[in-house]
């Protein structure tokens, strides 16, 4: 689904390391070695190490993290896609347009990529995977949804 | 030469659920959690669907921010 929403993903080398290498065979891994076969997943490496480093010594916050945001700066990224906590804020500062696992799912609804059927299906295997999102949240999810399917 | 240290299972809980709950109050990232714990990050994620620990509240208020900016953004 990842593929239609969005043509072209990079990931920097922490990442895949994470992802791929350090959590085979768990969730994504296989996904996303298949990603970078077919292409539409690129490893890149941030360019200024330095501005990643600096930024997570002064913000106390993973090294990892401070790359992900580094890396959408350099390549002008349209869209980071974080679930972190510290990702997610430090984008905001340099107005880095975030989407996270729940609003890639309204935004492949909206853009009618996938149903709404379908986005809720996955809300609720995402909740049940231990991205266990609020009351409120899950509440404006449907409501959002529910926009969708009037029109 | 290899060192073991034999850690009681009640310590290992212990340790684990204090973790949990340093994330769950949004002291530590997923991350940083995962690190601590020697797992790697998609592991993580299994114990916190398995102890159906909640996301924590900044998190819930930054995706809910996220929805709503897309619920006006124009196509």
Not at chain 1, 37 to 47: P, Q, T
Not at chain 2, 7 to 23: A, D, H, S, T
């Amino acid at each position: 689904m990842l593929k239609n929403v969005y043509s072209q993903i990079s990931i920097t080398s922490s990442v895949f390391a994470e992802v791929v290498e350090k959590g085979w065979g768990l969730a994504g891994s296989i996904e996303t070695e298949r990603a970078m076969h077919e292409g539409w997943i690129k490893v890149l490496d941030v360019v200024d190490k330095w501005k990643a480093r600096e930024m997570a010594v002064t913000r106390r916050i993973h090294l990892a993290n401070a790359e992900t945001v580094q890396l959408a700066r350099e390549v002008k990224a349209s869209i980071l896609l974080a679930d972190e906590k510290e990702v997610r804020e430090l984008a905001a500062e340099f107005g880095l347009e975030v989407r996270g696992c729940l609003g890639l799912l309204a935004e492949a609804a909206r853009r009618e990529l996938i149903s709404v059927k379908e986005a809720k299906r996955d809300a609720k295997r995402l909740i049940e995977e231990g991205y266990r999102i609020s009351e409120e949240v899950l509440k404006e999810f449907y409501i959002m949804l529910g926009s969708e399917e009037g029109k | 030469m290899k060192m073991t240290v034999a850690i009681p299972e009640r310590i290992k809980e212990k340790f684990l659920n204090e973790i949990l709950e340093m994330y769950a109050e949004g002291e530590i990232s997923a991350g940083k959690a995962a690190e601590m714990l020697g797992i790697p990050r998609a592991a993580f994620y299994q114990l916190l669907a398995e102890k159906r620990i909640p996301l924590p509240e900044k998190l819930n208020q930054s995706i809910l921010k996220e929805l709503k900016k897309l619920e006006t953004k124009k196509d």
